[in-house]
């Protein structure tokens, strides 16, 4: 893991849900650039709500989200993306009846020069997709898609990287694969926030962690203090 560095993100009591419903109910957290930071806790604790609201696909009610010195609450999901915000959905993260190359090329819409150089950089990281440039991406395996998933993310060079579930429904082979690209991306000096169920490998890649319940904080700290905690064990970890 790379040094981490100023304030990238910092959500403060964020307030959002569906309708009107509210799942989060005044949830805090951050990022710092360099830095990765998982959010753990148990199903319906708010962890997917928290990131789509903090990405424009879901309304904030009450609270403020502060990008790199910007107040970005209430930002379109398009303008995230162009200050500098990359996001991987848990599904449907992929056009399907496009080539893998098309799929690139959809990430780098926004880019006015440079797209192949991007491309070529792209797959330097994700080599086993060069020889699938051609193919459709939904005739892919779901650990494929999802490398195509996040490399087409990176297309904008990102200052922030969000991965919602980025294992779920792969193989432990193929999902350490992907936990190993986000340290590669980690490593090049870009930020990546996950949301994961696999909360002891999640954490034990990732500087800090938090643990959301019942659309609330209640644990946040280093990754290695909540890995190790007794509490943590208990509650979250099984065993």
């Not at 959809?106 to 991007?118: E, I, Q, V, W």
């Not at 440039?133 to 922030?160: D, F, H, N, T, W």
């Amino acid at each position: 893991m790379t040094e981490t560095g100023a304030r990238l993100l910092d959500a403060r009591e964020i307030v959002s849900g569906y309708g009107e419903v509210h799942i989060l109910k005044g949830v805090s957290m951050y990022v710092d650039a360099a830095e990765i930071v998982t959010i753990i806790g148990p199903n319906g604790a708010g962890k997917s709500t928290l990131m789509k609201a903090m990405f424009g696909l879901l309304p904030v009610h009450q609270g403020t989200l502060v990008l790199d010195g910007t107040d970005v609450t209430g930002m379109s999901t398009e303008r995230l993306v162009r200050h500098g915000v990359g996001y991987v959905p848990q599904t449907n993260n992929v056009f399907s009846t496009l080539t893998v190359r098309e799929n690139l090329e959809m990430g780098g819409y926004t880019r006015l020069d440079g797209l192949n150089d991007r491309i070529a950089w792209v797959l330097d990281l994700f080599p086993d997709l060069a020889s699938r440039l051609g193919e459709r991406a939904g005739r892919l395996s779901g650990g494929q898609r999802k490398l195509v998933a996040i490399a087409r993310a990176l297309m904008l060079e990102p200052k922030l990287l969000m991965l919602d579930e980025p294992s779920a429904s792969l193989s432990p082979q193929m999902s350490e694969v992907v936990f190993e690209k986000i340290c590669e991306i980690n490593q090049l000096g870009m930020a990546a926030l996950l949301v994961e169920q696999d909360a002891r490998h999640a954490l034990a890649i990732s500087h800090r962690g938090y643990v959301l319940a019942a659309g609330e904080n209640r644990f946040e700290g280093p990754a290695d203090m909540l890995l190790n905690s007794d509490d943590m064990r208990r509650l979250y970890l099984g065993g």
